[in-house]
């Protein structure tokens, strides 16, 4: 079973700061999706990356593949408490049936934004 | 309104009292999963299925069945359930599961076992 490692597992900081989320394996994602989950609901996906070194932005959001496809950040600048939620990491490789592709999530990053 | 239902959304049992919780998508998807969340954890998936009477068992499938007889419904089925079974869950629809493929998750389920 390939293992998402995510870091820091929770993270609280303050209104108009920026951050940084992390996303690492030692096993290579053919794409790596960002969900976020607010409480009493599930997860919503954000972004997918496709090729190494891919950088998104999603307005404040940014997010990187890395080269090898191993690994992926999550940047935000200017945090808001709207960012406030879990954020999961979820990497795609080839199942063993079928030849579909098959989601393993990371252990998720709590962010907390304070006002 | 394009969605994934579960029901029921929250629920309290006792060790060895067969329960099943279902899921309902209504965007034709022929891809449903089930995962259950736990603290530190992340997600991690019970079963999924690629089509109709199509099932396989993900990282976690011990004590848990499934059944795809319609498109539309993937009920996961607890047998006996255990206290190790408390847990959030949550069910999972796509087109199918690839590149840039989008799941959409139901608003997940709070399973206490006694």
Redesign the interface.
């Known amino acids: 079973t390939q293992l998402l490692e995510q870091s820091p597992q929770f993270l609280s900081i303050q209104e108009g700061e920026n951050l940084t989320v992390y996303c690492n394996s030692s096993s290579v994602f053919s794409s790596l999706q960002w969900y976020r989950q607010e409480p009493g609901e599930g997860p919503v996906l954000l972004v997918t990356v496709v090729t190494g070194g891919e950088v998104k932005k999603l307005k404040r959001l940014t997010f990187q593949f890395g080269d090898a496809r191993k690994d992926s950040s999550l940047h935000i600048t200017a945090a808001q408490p709207g960012d406030t939620g879990l954020y999961l990491c979820a990497g795609a490789a080839l199942a063993t049936n079928f030849g579909n592709e098959k989601l393993t999530f990371g252990t998720g990053t709590r962010l907390t934004i304070i006002p | 309104e394009a969605q994934?239902t579960q029901n029921p959304r929250y629920l309290i049992t006792v060790t060895g009292k067969k329960l099943t919780v279902t899921c309902s998508q209504n965007m034709n998807h022929e891809?449903m999963s089930w995962?259950r969340q736990d603290p530190?954890?992340?997600?991690?998936?019970i079963y999924?299925s690629?089509n109709v009477e199509v099932t396989?068992k993900g990282?976690v499938p011990e004590g848990y069945k499934v059944s795809r007889k319609e498109k539309r419904n993937f009920p996961l089925i607890l047998e006996s359930p255990s206290p190790n079974q408390t847990s959030l869950y949550?069910c999972?629809s796509s087109f199918?599961?690839?590149?840039?493929e989008?799941?959409?998750?139901?608003?997940?389920t709070r399973l206490l076992v006694l």
């Open positions: 994934v891809y995962y530190g954890l992340g997600l991690r998936q999924y690629m396989d990282d949550f999972a199918y599961v690839g590149v840039q989008t799941q959409y998750f139901g608003p997940g």
